[in-house]
């Protein structure tokens, strides 16, 4: 099949044989199909779409493009769990290691912050020493010998998404649900997991806002996942506000290390104990949701997971003194409150607006080149309910001396709604989808 | 404006300032946006279309990318004609010495084949010490002393449309009508030319078979030149069979000669009268179309392009003996009739099968770097209407000793379909479109 034709096929809304799939995706991770092909076929798929089967084909070459991770070593269900991003989210860092410390292995691999949106990755290299960048073999036996591991993808795994990826950045082909669902789901399926656990954010805080097209990534995460072996679960989860009240990177990394201390915010809390459920009953160590729930709470309550947490710290060279002493992560020079401009309940915080002040105070990336500064962000004050009044701290900012705060003034200012009466309240966790 | 948001723009179907288009092409074509970020955007063209404004803000970007030609020193209103392709299609050759004769400069600009389409620049490469390849400067001299040329484009007309063509013949993104449109008359408008016949294919052998979208293309070229300043006229004309007998190189040369002598085939003297009034009509030199037709009619009779098509020749450095002795063009080795595998009358020509046929001959290329040879060619026994006895010769191959024949045998069994009664007659020239 020649590339053109592969690219016609999918202009006109054909349905791609795997085989033509496979050879053009491999075709352009060897650097045979030059990336102008590529990016047409992405804007063919972006416009056309993709069925199920196409998705799985799809997903398939990208993971065979590289090499695969081999944790038949690690005894037990594997599992991982994967958000499709959002402000303050930093429910992995205290996850990871709570659901180890119930006796599941977690092979956990982050992105990186791009947009409005934070990346785990960042948060995590915050942390002094830590090594987030390991090779195949190093991943192998950190999950191995500790039974989590918090890493970036290594460079092997699934190169043909690093290609893709790169591309539908400057291509404008980002938003399309099966390239979405098969760069997440390449890199899992490399990655040795036998289960995933997918929290799909929707909300004003989230990558995609429209709760139908939510719905939809999550059925095809599912489905996908399903078609490459994989068991896995998707939760809409609420992304109408920041997650708890740090957006940054250090900071967020204190509020986990809060959360493992039963010290966290409530909302945090609340999602690390529905997402460590699901990984329970998937790692098989416990029978019901309810259950699964209890077990996660109770590692809580009695601070399990700080022990593992220190260990994968250690493991991957990092200071694992910063568990005890968050005063040991990066500190921003300045702490400068912004006072509110209205006054009555917060009746709507606009996530991408305070992920985007963030952003202009250091925290995040505009582009995928940009530097961060680990100790920028910002603790949100007033939450969904809240009430406020005139002048009261609406949130603080933590910056250089040197950064201007005009954007992130302008943007906070933009993203609070007030109301005379508190808005009904909202499910955190609004869907479950299964295959 | 970011190259992406352009992209972006397009993929959602929104209309583009004709500023933001600007500078894309002409950041492409200064090689400052890549290849990838273009083809994505002509996919986005090609799915989502663009408004008349937008396609005139393309195609001005596109002429603005390269030099313009001054022909101010040229008396007269410049005309040219453009056909979207066919097959057996020689029109220019002689409708463009007969429209100077009668007093209107022709600054004729072709192109190559490409698939079961001939190319007027082909055939007359197959004119011997012909150069079709002149510098601009070499065009308006030739232009001006002569009152026409017969020329392939300049490396200085247009260069946009040659990167932005040669990724769409990859990309899968070629049959677009704004893209089409853009890449015609691109060139013609940095041609220097005041006015345009345009003959829009339609039926088996043209490029677009389905005749809504002729008409649609038909309207867009004849908008759009206007747009641009231009005065154009469009036909839609009928190739549901090969032009005239002849399909091939030297031997439409050969035929465009008899044509010239009065001695061509109907068909194509119908055409060649049908377009050359209405350029004598957008040249001023005929006050109306029937007063047009009988002019050219009677340069026909007195052959008057005779003269003409000599002194071009002669500017061109090509040998204008062939006019008089066509024996001096390329000779094929052999010569072979197919004898029909059916009887009764012809009742359908597939005319992109018979291009083909001739393509497998060495006449034409599948892919841009292929090599004609031409002397290669068919000659077209049997029109539609004729009637034909088994064994009697449909076609005659002209081809190279060593050319296998099977696939022209196969394509011309196909092409031809029998019936007992004739087929209804069908008119040439369908529609006229002007703006």
Redesign the interface.
Known sequence: VR???V??TK?DGGELAPEAIREFVLGHARGEI???????F???V???GMSRAETVALTRAMTESGRRADLSSVPGVKVDKHSTGGVGDKVSIPLAPLVAACGVPVPMISGRALGHTGGTLDKLDSIPGLRTHLSLEEYVETVRRVGLCLVGPTDDLAPADRRLYA?R?????VESIPLIASSILSKKAASGIDALVLDVKTGSGSFLRDLERCRELARTLVEVASGLGLRAVAVLSDMDQPLGRAVGNAVEVEESIACLRAEGPPDLEALVVELGAEMLVLGGVAKNPEGARSRIREAIRRREGLAKFRAVLEAQGGDSGVVDDPGRLPKAQRSTPFPSPGEGFVAGIDGAEIGLAAMSLGAGRARAEDRIDPAAGLLVHAKLGDRVRRGEPLVTFRHASSTPLDEARERVARAYRFASEPPGRRALVLERIVA
């Open positions: 590339p053109a034709d690219i016609r202009r030059p990336d102008y092909q590529a990016s047409a992405l804007m063919a972006f416009l056309r591309l950045d400057v291509t404008a082909t």
